[in-house]
């Protein structure tokens, strides 16, 4: 298990980390509570086949969207459990250029130390349109490896709430040395 005592400087707290980790507790609470509920309907479905011979016609609803809820669930455990493992460290964040169709993007991060990550985003909602336009967003980084997961902060008036996005890691964390110009 790799060590993760870097990110933060001992006996410092980042402020909204609180929130950062209350946004992804509660999407994967909302995403286990709909894959049990998948999961109980096809287990109704499977059971009536057995019994009955007939399925329970209302049923057969969920079960395409069983795989897809599993599979949500997990996806928001790992980041769950990657963000408390790193912690949250502030960062300043630039979405590259995104367009309408598209489902991923990549994202410039910038430490506070100086230190810099590309991360990929896995899944992009419509305000990520907007947000590709402005630079240096200020963000919550917490994660590692393909388990990122990016909060960029609200910042009234324009925007009132945080987006939380989830990412992996196209690149390592790595800090960039100052050239040295050559002497005359």
């Known amino acids: ?8 400087p001992p006996g410092r707290a980042v402020e909204g980390a609180g929130r950062a980790t209350t ?19 096809t287990a109704v479905v499977l059971f009536s086949l057995l019994i009955s011979g007939e399925p329970v ?10 795989g897809p809820a599993l599979f949500d669930c997990v996806r928001w455990y790992r980041r769950a459990e990657a963000a408390q493992r790193t912690g949250w ?9 995104v367009r309408r169709r598209q489902t991923w993007a990549t994202v410039a991060v910038k430490f506070a130390d100086g230190s810099l990550i590309r991360l990929r985003t896995c899944d ?24 990122f997961t990016v909060l960029i902060l609200p910042k009234p008036p324009w925007r009132d709430r945080p987006k939380l996005m989830t990412a992996s890691a196209e690149t390592f964390r790595w800090t960039p040395v100052p050239r040295r110009r050559p002497k005359p």
């Open 89 to 97: 460290r502030p960062a300043t964040v630039t979405l590259g250029p």
């Open 57 to 66: 016609t209302p049923m057969l609803l969920f079960l395409p969207f069983t």
């Open 124 to 147: 992009l909602g419509f305000s990520a349109l907007a947000l590709a336009e402005l630079p240096d967003l200020p963000a919550l980084i917490g994660g590692h490896g393909s388990a």
């Open 23 to 41: 946004l992804v507790a509660r999407r994967f609470r909302r995403a286990t509570i709909v894959a049990v509920v998948a999961v109980l309907c």
């Open 1 to 8: 298990m790799p060590d993760f005592s870097e990110w933060l």
